[in-house]
């Protein structure tokens, strides 16, 4: 809370005794002491009845706050002393505000004991004995007035000392200022002077209300300008305040808890109090007492607050920011009329009923100073909305203003995908039913209520409204919510529906928050797993609704709750947690902190399936899905009919072109790409080449297998065809005939071993040996490899007379496919764990072909190791691999490869792997020979 240190009193049982322990503003709990147990307890009596504890001084540099240290604060003559984390705040903040303005005060004195007080019964001392007093003054080489550090005490301190029913009292001393808050035995403001002689007393008095004044104003300006006029209601179309804020749940009396949550306005000139109307029709009754507020507050304790300076803090936040406007804007002041007070049958013609909002502090009429017409109200309406209201209605010449339940003095608020929502505080006569377990005491704040009332239609997500996550009950109106479960419920409604043509799919949230009562009619605490977390807001029972289709059972809904809420509960450092029962499922946090998946019995287990194996199954699932490796594409038909599979080597085998390439022969031709060419003068010279070359590789076929004419009819149009550019029918043709004949040839890959797979780009050769050498399979190991790649590489001289060699394939005059379709056709026939060799995020973004193959359609392979010659490149690998994963992850048709990319990691080259540039020479008769530069060295 913003105004208000809550002190917390920590219990701890310590034998047959219980410690008590306050907290301080420094974060420090102080154990408490009981005085009866000391020599001379007089010595420690609370004479102005504040309520302060009793503690020991444990160290001289022990924190009460920022920077006032116990002995700072204590009297030197004792090590025990009186104080109170409230008080101890206000001084804090004046001490901070005079140091950033240049004026550094200490204290001189804070508690002090009887015998430092002596007889002395000024209220500097008895505060002082009390522990709420303390005497401030400027630090050596400070020179200013002492009324400057009244002013800081009176700017900061009233609404801190307010939030807990106590006042400020405030001394004009010499040479120093004394401050105290109020106890017991005083229930009104205290302002004098003692020795300070530059004011008179009511000369005091008055700077004291502006000084008060000045502290209520908030800082910096609003912008108004965007704000539209306020016709009749705000918002447009609202039906009444309770249909926008929510109806009175607990009228507030003065003798409720909930009356000391409320705020009172303290200021004095800056707003007029005028219901001097109505206090004769209550006051001076047997269970009425009024205070008259039109002169300024009489005191914050309960029976001296002013029911018109009364409202809860919402309000009040608004009403402060509303008149600031007022006066800068229109230059007028405010006259509230009503705002809390008990409810009592028959006020305001009805007006304050029992039903009313200004019951709970939640309702102001109020007017302008000076002008009162419709047009002035109107633009009084429109600031009201800038200030922050949520309701303004014209009542004719004046306004209603109301706002929502809020907890706590500043807002707090939890947005979802939708929406906004205010956390708010119980009445406490219902704090039962919704009181976290002890464990959580010190989390309250991370599981916020929300209020439901008027709100059920309000969506929170897409397809996701309050009403669904409330209780059944339709008494229990507050609910609390993690925003994670109302994403989860969404993206399973839109998971069931994607792919749908027509109808719809319905999940039904069969319980959401439940109540302390609910959920122990509805669960063991000791054995159900359930317990306490739809109370903290963090689970869901969803089901199927009626009417669904065959499929769509309790397996694919739990299914699709691992799949889409792990990764998002993930997000948020939590872990899903899957109950499946007979005809629903339970998704919420785990309480554990690992992923957990239950069925409430063994009948809810799939076909053929044991507990064990399913368990396993879905862990590895979960895996998979928080690693974003599930293939669940966007349109699944789109990305079935776009998915082009590499198939094994099979003399059944026949290429079809893809569906990709089919579209883009329907699409006119771009007039700035490639125009296939034949008969280029590149295309004419190596004609003989390619004749050549076809021979060669049917000659090394026919040594081994006596070809068909299909071999024939693919061998020459792969090899013998020319033509310009990557795209076309020419290509296109090639493609073709490479892919049939490199599955037809009777060479194999010779890997389909698990873990002998190696790659590497060859546009780096420096990783070959990596990939080839010492022990592991690369494709330059396989026949089929050995069969082509002369050819593929092959050079021929343009002019027989002159030496100069050009590619015979060259990737602009003639792009031949045949390598790119074999390294694909060698990574389909991968297994296990698969390793690629690069130097940088180049050499693995050239490599994407066959990174796509084992990744996302070759089931065999279990993982994908990446090893980076260059150890700084390897955030940038991953960050690469990782993009092309999830890009396919939403992409891929798992029909057609892989339910799940598979996993990869990015690692250093191992040590025994590393190759140093270095020389070694061996003696050949009388010469040395050098060697290959490149050598395995054991580092």
Known sequence: ???????????????????????????????????????????????????????????????????????????SSSEYFRADPTFIRCVQKTLTYLQNNDKAAYIISGF???????????????????????????????????????????????????????DVGVVLMADRVHLHMTGGTDTEP?????????????????????????????????????????????????????????????????QDEEFKKLVQYQGYNDISFLDTEHLADWCGTETVTCVDCTEGPQGNSVEKRCADRVMSARMYNVIRRLQKLAVNEIHDSLVINDAWDEPYEGKLNGDWGEGSLHTEGRAVTLQRYNDNNEHDLKELARLAVCAGVDYVEHKGDYLLLAVKKMKGAVATTISFPNVVLLSVDV??????????????????????????????????????????????ETNNRYFRLRPIIVRCYSLLVYQDNKYLTEGAITIKVLRGFLTNQEQRNLFDPLFDKRYNIHLLGEAMQIAYGEGTPDGFDVHRLAQNAID??????????????????????????????????????????????????????????????????????????????????????????????PELLRRRKRQAPDPNECVPRTDTKACIDTAQHRTNEVNRIQRIIERKHLPKKDIETALSKCFGICGTCLQGSIYEDKVEHCNNLLHWVPFGLKNEAPDVTNFYSRDNMETRRYACEGGGHCIEKSPLFAVIADTVDKLYRPDP??????????????????????????????????????????????????????????????????????SVSKKAVYQVVQG?????????????????????????VPVGKIFRNCKRFRTKGSKREEKDPLITVQW
């Open 1 to 75: 809370m913003d105004l208000v240190l809550k002190t917390v009193l920590l219990s701890v049982f310590v034998g047959d005794a219980i410690t008590v322990s306050v907290r301080f503003p420094s974060g420090q709990s102080l154990t408490v002491i009981d005085p009866s147990t000391l020599e001379n307890p007089s010595s420690f009596e609370d004479p102005k009845d504040t309520g302060s504890h009793l503690y020991q001084a444990t160290g001289k540099q022990t924190k009460l706050s920022l920077n006032i240290r116990v002995a700072d604060f204590k009297s």
């Open 190 to 254: 205290y302002f004098q002077m003692d020795g300070y002689t530059a004011w008179h007393q009511d000369e005091f008095l008055e700077h004291i209300k502006e000084y008060i004044n000045e502290g209520i104003v908030p800082v910096g300006n609003l912008d108004c300008s965007s704000i539209p006029d306020v016709e009749t209601r705000y918002p447009t179309g609202a039906v009444s305040p309770e249909s926008v804020v929510g109806a009175v749940d607990y009228p507030i009396t003065r």
């Open 884 to 908: 092309f994963s999830k890009d396919w992850a939403t992409s891929g048709c798992p029909s057609k490869g892989r339910e799940f990319i598979t996993p990869f990691e990015v690692l250093d």
């Open 801 to 870: 007379t002159k030496s100069v060699k050009e590619a015979l394939y060259d990737s602009i005059e003639n792009p031949l496919p045949a390598m790119r379709l074999l390294n694909s056709l060698y990574a389909i026939h991968a297994a296990g764990v698969v390793k690629f060799w690069v130097k940088d995020e180049s050499d693995i973004t050239s490599m994407k072909d066959v990174l796509k193959v084992n990744m996302l359609y070759n089931t065999k392979v279990s993982k994908v190791q990446i090893y980076v010659t260059s």
């Open 564 to 657: 889409k809420c792990g990764p998002i509960f993930e997000q948020v450092a939590e872990k899903v947690a899957v109950g499946i029962y007979k005809d629903s499922v339970y998704v919420g946090v785990s309480v554990d902190g690992e992923f957990s998946i239950w069925l409430d019995n063994q009948a809810s287990l799939p076909p053929g399936v044991d507990m064990a194996t399913y368990k396993e199954q879905m862990e590895t699932r979960y895996d998979h899905a928080i690693a974003g490796r599930v293939v669940d594409p966007d349109s699944m038909a789109e990305a079935c009919s776009l998915a082009d599979p590499p198939q094994m080597q099979s003399v059944d085998y026949e290429h079809k072109h």
């Open 112 to 166: 002090m004991t009887s015998e430092d007080a002596g007889a002395g019964t000024k209220v500097q001392a008895l505060y002082g004995r009390s522990g709420c007093g303390v005497q401030l003054g400027y630090k050596e080489g400070v020179t200013a007035d002492v009324r400057e550090i009244a002013h800081a005490a009176l700017l900061l301190c009233p609404t801190i000392f307010e939030a807990v029913q106590r």
């Open 427 to 472: 009445p406490t006569p219902l704090m039962a039913e919704y009181k976290l377990p002890s464990e959580f005491d010190d989390e309250a704040d991370n599981y916020p209520l929300f209020d439901s009332d008027s709100k059920g239609d309000t969506m929170l997500g897409n397809n996701a409204f309050i009403s669904q996550f409330v209780s059944r």
